[in-house]
């Protein structure tokens, strides 16, 4: 493409639900965004630890959704990996199941 006697080198357009063609292809989450591979495989395996940590408390989906007030299909999502969670929704979720999100320093 040639604009004024100056090229222009025309720049492939990805769209928001398609890997550019140079890397590989993850999976597309609930919300629409593109994920790498790397990204995909830690929600595959943080919604494992969630459906995991919830049958080990004997608790439905349901009550989990009582719980923590997130709906039970976003938390059908997030165990089959596919809810981007945000770290507000993880710890509601790690208190609902009763389990530490985190080690913090003793006494705080």
């Known amino acids: 493409m040639t604009l004024q006697g100056s090229k222009v080198a025309s720049k492939p357009v990805h769209f928001r639900d398609e890997a550019p063609p140079d890397e590989p292809a ?3 989450s609930a919300g629409g ?3 790498s ?4 495989e830690f929600l ?3 919604g494992e630890r969630v459906r995991t940590l919830r ?10 959704a009582r719980q923590s007030g997130i709906s039970e299909r976003y938390i059908a999502q997030i165990e ?3 809810g981007n969670v945000s ?3 993880l710890l509601r979720l790690a208190q609902a199941i009763r389990c ?3 080690a913090g320093k003793e006494g705080q």
């Open 55 to 64: 049958s080990l408390r004997d608790m439905s989906r349901r009550e989990l």
């Open 87 to 89: 770290i507000v929704l």
């Open 100 to 102: 530490e999100p985190f």
């Open 44 to 46: 595959a395996q943080l």
């Open 37 to 40: 591979l790397y990204e995909s």
């Open 80 to 82: 089959a990996g596919r």
């Open 26 to 28: 993850g999976t597309i």
């Open 33 to 35: 965004t593109v994920l």
